[in-house]
Each structure stands twice: as C-alpha cells, then as structure tokens.
C-alpha cells in the first residue's frame, strides 16, 4: 500500500547547526508534501509545504526540496535554535488521504 | 486552529464500554479526518469523511466508527474499547486552496483505556 518512510528517527544537533529530515514516498500519484511540527502534548502545525510542481521551497530558516523522480522529499533547518526541538512529520496526499511519515524527534543542544 | 475543537480532551475509561470522541468544525470544510497517534507510529488515519453521510476506512479502522450527520461534526465510535485503543486521537480538516488541500490539526483526545 502507500506508504511514507522517514529518517533519521531521532536528530541531535548543536545550537547555531543544520539539521536535515529525509522523507520517501511510494505513491506516484502524490502531488502535495507538508511538513509538521509537533510540540510536546500539542497539535502537529504545518510549518512548510511544497507542491509536485516546485523543487525548493523557502521560509526563513526553513526550506523543502522534493525530487520528484526519485520520490524523496527533504526538511533542512539552518541555524537551528532550542525552540526548534520537536517530533517533524512529513506526509504526502494522494486521493483525499494524507499518509504521515513515523516522525523524527528534533534536539537542539545549546 | 481553523476553528476545530475536540471533545472530551482527556477521558480514562473501563475495557468494553463504548466511547464515543466528537470533533465540530465552524468553518464549513468538507472533508475530515480522525486519526491516532503512537509512539513510533506517528499519525495513522482512522477513518475520514469527504461530505455528509460519505465516510470511508482508513488504514487502521478495525474497532472504529464514524457518522457526519451535520457538515460541522464528524464523530468516532469505540463499539467497545480495549486497551490497545489507548492513544491520543486527532481530528483534522482540509481546507481547499486551489489544487492544494492543507490538512490542519484539532487540540486532541487523550484516551485511557483500563
């Protein structure tokens, strides 16, 4: 079935690093990536998104590449800050239905 | 928040009841989603519903069931819960912004079973 694989698990990087989150993807049909960023014992919030059209995307210290051929999709935070520690998804719609990767726990350590 | 509320937040209940999670929605969005969360599972879809009365399974429905009666709540049902339905439960809502369908999160249930 669809399916979205995730990786690392688990990510430590030193303040003022970058941190790079991997994502692959099975359904050729998908044309919709977002990314989620979920604090502890709160909602996941949508903190960056990227369509089947586009390879790049930016948002300040945030950015996504897709590689559409190869079906990976990437999260890079520069200048990583302790507020950036959190559980990362990313996800890829196909018909109606989003399918989330398993998450990477983000540490920033100051 | 997209105007999304859950009900109830927190809820310990006994091995067998049925349960029953709302999610109301205030801005009309046609579709909606439940999902469960666990740790190294992240966000698996439960069911979701595409319009009033249209529901369909997702990839972890055994033991669930939804009814959308009113386009602004979306309702899941634990016949009779166990234990291994424990998690925390998410609703979610699609807002339509041209060919891209942003999915946004409610607060979330946090469910006990004993």
């Known amino acids: 079935g669809e399916n979205v694989e995730q990786h690392p698990s688990t990510l430590s990087v030193q303040e003022g690093d970058s941190a790079v989150i991997k994502c692959t993807y099975s359904d050729s049909a998908s044309n919709y990536f977002p990314w989620y960023k979920q604090e502890l014992g709160k909602r996941p919030q949508l903190i960056i998104d990227?369509?089947?059209?586009?390879g790049e995307k930016k948002d300040q210290r945030i950015a996504v590449t897709l590689n559409k051929t190869a079906k990976h999709f990437s999260l890079h935070i520069t200048e990583t800050q302790p507020e950036d520690s959190a559980v990362y998804f990313c996800?890829?719609?196909?018909?109606?239905?989003?399918?989330f990767g398993t998450g990477t726990r983000l540490k920033v350590l100051a | 928040d997209a105007g999304i509320t859950q009900s109830p937040r927190h809820k310990v209940t006994e091995t067998g009841t049925p349960v029953t999670l709302r999610c109301h929605q205030t801005e009309n969005h046609r579709y909606m989603y439940w999902y469960r969360q666990d740790p190294g599972h992240g966000l698996r879809l439960i069911h979701y519903?595409?319009?009033?009365?249209?529901?369909d399974k997702g990839e972890v429905s055994d033991g669930y069931s939804v009814s959308r009666s009113k386009t602004e709540d979306f309702l899941l049902t634990l016949e009779s819960a166990t234990s291994s339905q424990t998690s925390v439960y998410f609703c979610a809502i699609s807002e339509s912004m041209g060919e891209v369908d942003t999915q946004y999160f409610g607060p979330g249930t946090r469910l006990t079973v004993l």
């Open positions: 990227i369509r089947s059209n586009v």
């Open positions: 996800a890829a719609l196909g018909t109606y239905k989003y399918i």
């Open positions: 519903s595409y319009g009033v009365k249209d529901t």
